[in-house]
Nanobody, 118 residues
């Protein structure tokens, strides 16, 4: 049974930090690119950060460049999104997405809410 489960969301003040985790099971984690998306009501889901190749190349949206860091631990079947210097506009539901590097298979998590508020 495939599972992709995000955790680590919550309420944080502007300038604060959070680390999101994405725990996966039921598929060969190392063969999948892991991407983090976010979505706010009324807007399309936005790609925030991701691994673009099996070699570990990373992508970051301009809006999070220098503040967010994506990482993964294949031994633990877990990926992370370290978010620093959070801004009000980072408030969103954050989703983990697993996309097979060499095929169409892909899986979504259920999302975790991140709220940045003073």
């Amino acid at each position: 049974q495939v599972q992709v489960v995000e955790s680590g969301g919550g309420l944080v003040q502007p300038g604060g930090s959070l680390t999101l985790s994405c725990a996966a099971s039921g598929f060969t984690f190392s063969m999948y690119a892991i991407n983090w998306y976010r979505q706010v009501p009324g807007k399309e889901r936005e790609l925030v950060a991701g691994f673009t190749s099996v070699d570990g190349n990373k992508y970051y949206a301009n809006s999070v460049w220098g503040r967010f860091t994506i990482s993964r631990d294949n031994a633990k079947n877990t990926a992370y999104l370290q978010m620093n210097n959070l801004r009000l506009e980072d408030t969103a539901v954050y989703y983990c997405h697993a996309q097979k590097f060499t095929g169409p298979q892909n899986y979504w998590g259920q999302g975790t809410q991140v709220t940045v508020s003073a």
